[in-house]
């Protein structure tokens, strides 16, 4: 069975951009969950989505979001980069949300 | 008072030991339990799961849970130079379905 699978892997972009991520989860799971990872915060919860809904929020400002299509891959959306946006982007998938997570490769986003 | 805690380390142990990683969490109601591996510039890996009350043993891995004490602890027996890792507890409360992770330990086995 494929793992979870995020696009691109590596990412540079300027402050005020705006910055799309992929993720498509394990065959079969409808939760997809992301994380942003800093070396000084750690693993930080960005949102959680299943079976297209949002069931969860972080606390993380409205620049951020994310979607979940039907086919259960999802987005998130930075708007306005800033500097402190530079960070690993990951997202795990399981099959309800509440059961093990499995993590994607991340992408490495740096805001210059 | 964080919802999941873990000391940061390093730990260091002798090749063959046996490493122990603890992790203690705030009652939030039922909850299960995972323990993760990421090695430097990887992304975490999942080593275990429990939901239960007791000891679950896979491979050179045990991970032990004790709810009355609310902690969580990871044993790698005969400890070897590649689990050279940081190891990330995380907890999944139910009533929040999400999960909250530690700021993980750092081990390092010395050859």
């Known amino acids: 069975k494929a793992g979870v699978t995020q696009t691109p892997r590596y990412l540079i972009k300027t402050r005020g951009q705006q910055v799309t991520l992929s993720c498509s989860p394990i065959s079969g799971h409808r939760s997809v969950s992301w994380y942003q990872q800093t070396p000084g915060q750690g693993l930080q919860f960005l949102f959680e989505?299943?079976?297209?809904?949002?069931?969860n929020k972080g606390n993380f400002p409205g620049r951020f979001s994310g979607r979940q299509f039907s086919n259960s891959r999802s987005e998130m959306n930075v708007s306005t980069l800033e500097l402190g946006d530079s960070a690993l982007y990951l997202c795990a998938s399981s099959s309800r949300g509440a059961d093990e997570q499995y993590f994607g490769p991340g992408t490495r986003l740096t805001v210059t | 008072q964080k919802e999941v805690e873990q000391n940061s380390g390093p730990l260091s142990v002798p090749e063959g030991a046996i490493a122990s990683l603890n992790c203690t969490y705030s009652?939030?109601?039922?909850?299960?339990f995972f323990w993760y591996r990421q090695y430097s510039g990887k992304s975490p890996e999942l080593i275990m799961f429990i939901y239960s009350n007791g000891d679950k043993e896979d491979g050179r891995f045990t991970a032990q849970l004790n709810k009355a004490s609310q902690y969580v602890s990871l044993l790698i027996r005969d400890s070897q130079p590649s689990d050279s890792a940081t190891y990330l507890c995380?907890?999944?409360?139910?009533?929040?379905?999400?999960?909250?992770f530690g700021s993980g330990t750092k081990l390092n086995v010395k050859p």
């Open positions: 989505y299943f079976s297209e809904t949002q069931r």
């Open positions: 009652d939030r109601g039922s909850q299960s």
């Open positions: 995380a907890v999944n409360f139910y009533n929040f379905n999400k999960f909250y």
